[in-house]
């Protein structure tokens, strides 16, 4: 029987040490999300959505942010492990000491309850496990009442004008002490103890029969997805981990996709660049949709359209913004924390993103490419949905020249950005594709005119004799990797000599062993901020996928390998990576982990001989294939 380990409320308490971005798992219930530290720590927690205010975030403010750890008390020689359940998002963290064996399991159900359901056991010997939370609602600014009760602890705050609450169930008692919720149990070998994170007034038992039942349901929950999947032969781990991430940014209820868990943590340290991705980028969510469709995922296409169809595409295509809330709301006014200290002293820490407004040309295409997929699969879609897609369709044919902001959403000048140019390419090949295929009407002839009038632009325009490859906008020097994405969306052969020549271009410029960087930030193209950032993970896979369409296979899977040593102890990653490979920037990136997969598929296809086309030609040098090119 589990035995109350108050008598040891004398020994000295270590504090909670400031953790690495990669130091984190993560669990949620496609509503939100929690970030759960190596020691037992949530130290990021938005309440009661993703994009709401935190209550829990020490890892942007160790002092003002709230926390709720629960682990076994640190000792000497006290080692910290974590790993999923197989083929879920239930995490297990492990605390191994001499003596004894501790380890905690993290889930969030998956029955709209927004609980955090958290399992302690003692594996070997006597452990002991203690509690402490010290929730800071509304960002660090809130202060909460806490009251301990039978059964648990109870929290009430203010919030936006109401009065919120919470309960924290556990079969330990809990007692409230210096502004934390405290709790002190030591366990013998195969005992458990339960600690349960309730939103709302707690009304029904939760007891060790809940805890049991739960467990299991969210266990055959992540089970049964994961086995509707098809996954490669090669890396199939990784992928499965990088598909159960990107469902985890889902929104089960509106069928929005959120770009990462977090907001705030900085591209580089000490510097300005620390953003909010806890929204829904159009561009970003119909990447997504294309990798979890090479998975065989189809379902989430259909709710990711009917969500763009509710709230992007309803008035004029002009107006469709570039990101939305999760809920589908339109304003995110970007505004600053000045009351948190940020990761690693890295300030502003800001909410909302003033990026909503911008124009970015790029958007039509990937969600016509998002659309064009799901029609393979699911079918022509309903007649009004393609009556709002064939309006956007004629407004892009007469405005895709427009200046913008480019992909990486510049706070610079507007340009003809490289990218803005292709996707346009992109919603004008997949729309009369689609209209050709499917018996669709829509004005086709002009549709196609002014896709090979974008192609004439991009391989005239964009090309940069001097240099020797596709520059970053219309006239310039500098290099963007978003070139990447041209053989990826077929918009050029990756046999032809121009696009031979922008690879080597890429990789003496923006290539360093396996990272790539997004952009070379000089005067001609400043992106409008001060600071570096870091290789972007994303652009790292992207170019791992282009190596490999165009035939360089050995060095494509050789440079994939390297990418997963960056990956943090449990195959996730943040959206950049440093000179000495620490995680920066929000945590986990959707944009990341798709990428992953669709460079882990196309590698797969071509390792197992699933690849027929005549592109699959295999070089193990620049050299040869411009041998090969003379010759043919």
Not at 55 to 84: M, N, W
Not at 158 to 182: F, N, P, Q, Y
Not at 271 to 300: I, K, M, P, Q
Request: aromatic residues 10%.
């Amino acid at each position: 029987m589990a035995k109350s380990a108050a008598r040891r409320g004398n020994r000295r308490k270590t504090a909670i040490p400031p953790h690495s971005i990669a130091s984190h798992g993560v669990i949620g219930d496609m509503r939100t999300l929690a970030l759960v530290a190596q020691d037992g720590t949530i130290d990021f927690f938005c309440h009661p959505d993703i994009d709401s205010p935190t209550l829990f975030a020490s890892l942007l403010d160790p002092d003002k942010g709230g926390h709720f750890r629960f682990g076994v008390e640190d000792g000497t020689g006290l080692k910290y492990r974590q790993i999923y359940l197989p083929d879920t998002n239930v995490l297990i963290t492990r605390f191994l000491g001499d003596e004894g064996i501790g380890e905690i399991a993290d889930f969030m159900p998956l029955d709209d309850s927004g609980r955090i359901v958290r399992i302690s056991k003692s594996i070997r010997g006597e452990v002991p496990f203690t509690l402490e939370a010290i929730p800071r609602p509304g960002y660090g600014r809130g202060k909460p009442v806490l009251k301990a009760t039978r059964g648990g602890a109870t929290i009430r705050w203010e919030e936006d004008g109401e009065t919120r609450s919470a309960t924290i169930a556990s079969d330990m008692r809990l007692k409230v002490r210096g502004g934390a919720i405290r709790g002190e149990i030591t366990l013998r070998e195969g005992e458990e103890c339960h600690v349960v994170f309730c939103p709302g007034r707690q009304t029904s038992r939760i007891d060790a029969d809940y805890v049991k039942q739960a467990f299991a349901e969210t266990r055959r929950y992540w089970h049964d997805w994961v086995a509707a999947g098809q996954f490669p032969t090669y890396w199939r781990e990784l992928v499965v981990r990088s598909a159960l991430t990107l469902k985890l940014l889902t929104s089960r209820r509106y069928g929005s996709i959120a770009a990462a868990a977090t907001f705030g943590l900085p591209e580089e340290i000490g510097g300005e660049r620390n953003w909010d991705y806890r929204f829904c980028w159009v561009r970003d969510s119909a990447f997504t949709l294309y990798s979890l469709s090479r998975l065989g995922y189809h379902e989430e296409t259909g709710a990711f359209i009917r969500f763009l169809m509710n709230n992007a595409v309803e008035h004029d295509a002009e107006r469709m913004q570039i990101m939305y809330g999760m809920d589908g709301r339109k304003e995110l006014t970007e505004t600053t924390l000045d009351h948190f200290a940020g990761f690693a002293k890295s300030q502003p820490v800001r909410i909302g993103n003033a990026a909503y407004t911008q124009t970015q040309m790029d958007i039509y295409g990937e969600l016509m490419d998002s659309v064009y997929i799901g029609s393979r699969a699911l079918g022509k879609p309903p007649f009004e949905v393609w009556a709002r897609l064939q309006k956007m369709l004629d407004w892009l044919a007469g405005n895709w020249r427009q200046p913008d902001m480019g992909i990486w959403e510049s706070r610079g000048e507007p340009q003809e950005f490289l990218s803005s140019r292709l996707m346009c390419w992109v919603a004008l090949d997949r729309g009369q594709r689609m209209a050709t295929l499917e018996s669709l009407s829509g004005d086709v002839n002009r549709w196609r005119y002014e896709r090979d009038e974008i192609e004439k632009t991009l391989l005239t325009e964009f090309w940069n004799e001097e240099i020797g490859a596709f520059t970053q906008y219309k006239g310039s020097r500098g290099l963007d990797a978003v070139v990447l994405l041209m053989p990826l969306v077929r918009f050029i052969n990756p046999r032809d000599p121009k696009w031979i020549s922008t690879l080597k271009v890429v990789r003496r410029e923006l290539v360093h062993d396996c990272l790539v960087q997004r952009y070379k930030n000089l005067d001609e193209n400043s992106d409008g901020l001060s600071g570096m950032e870091g290789a972007f993970t994303t652009s790292s896979f992207w170019y791992v996928e282009a190596l490999a369409r165009t035939g360089f296979v050995s060095e494509a899977r050789f440079l994939f390998e390297k990418l997963h040593a960056y990956a943090n102890h449990l195959g996730l990653y943040s959206e950049e990576l440093s000179d000495t490979g620490d995680h920066l920037g929000n945590f986990p990136q959707a944009l990341t982990h798709l990428s992953l997969i669709s460079a882990a598929v196309w590698l797969d296809r071509s390792l197992t001989g699933k690849r027929t086309d005549p592109t699959n030609i295999q070089f193990q040098n620049l050299e040869d294939a411009d041998e090969f090119f003379k010759r043919h």
